[in-house]
Nanobody
Framework: QVQLVESGGGLVQAGGSLRLSCAASGRTFANYAMAWFRQAPGKEREFIAG????????YYTDSVKGRFTISRDNAKNTVLLQMNSLKAEDTAVYYCAAKGGVVAGLSSEYAYWGQGTQVTVSS
């Protein structure tokens, strides 16, 4: 079992920044691929960014490339999502997720999820 707890969400104006944090506990964190998803009202959960176990291989959906950065600190069992140049369309609940193996874009492949943190961007 892996337990995930997100923090860092909130209300920010368009163009601003937020940093989300996901703290993991349980099994060896370094063995898992980590990802961030988001879900806006009435929409499906969407893959945002992912990092494989070493953190050197990272992946992003096109809409956040150049604005968001995922990083992980295996010594601290933490994965971060730095979000810059935020837009109103980034408003959603953001989830941290973990899976064995490598990063995948489908939410159904992730076994472990956090409870989510709300990000609201005002225009």
């Amino acid at each position: 079992q892996v337990q995930l707890v997100e923090s860092g969400g909130g209300l920010v104006q368009a163009g601003g920044s937020l940093r989300l944090s996901c703290a993991a506990s349980g099994r060896t964190f370094a063995n898992y691929a980590m990802a961030w998803f988001r879900q806006a009202p009435g929409k499906e959960r969407e893959f945002i960014a992912g990092a494989n176990w070493g953190g050197l291989s990272t992946y992003y959906t096109d809409s956040v490339k150049g604005r968001f950065t995922i990083s992980r600190d295996n010594a601290k069992n933490t994965v971060l999502l730095q979000m810059n140049s935020l837009k109103a369309e980034d408003t959603a609940v953001y989830y941290c997720a973990a899976k064995g193996g490598v990063v995948a874009g489908l939410s159904s492949e992730y076994a472990y999820w956090g409870q989510g943190t709300q990000v609201t961007v005002s225009s």
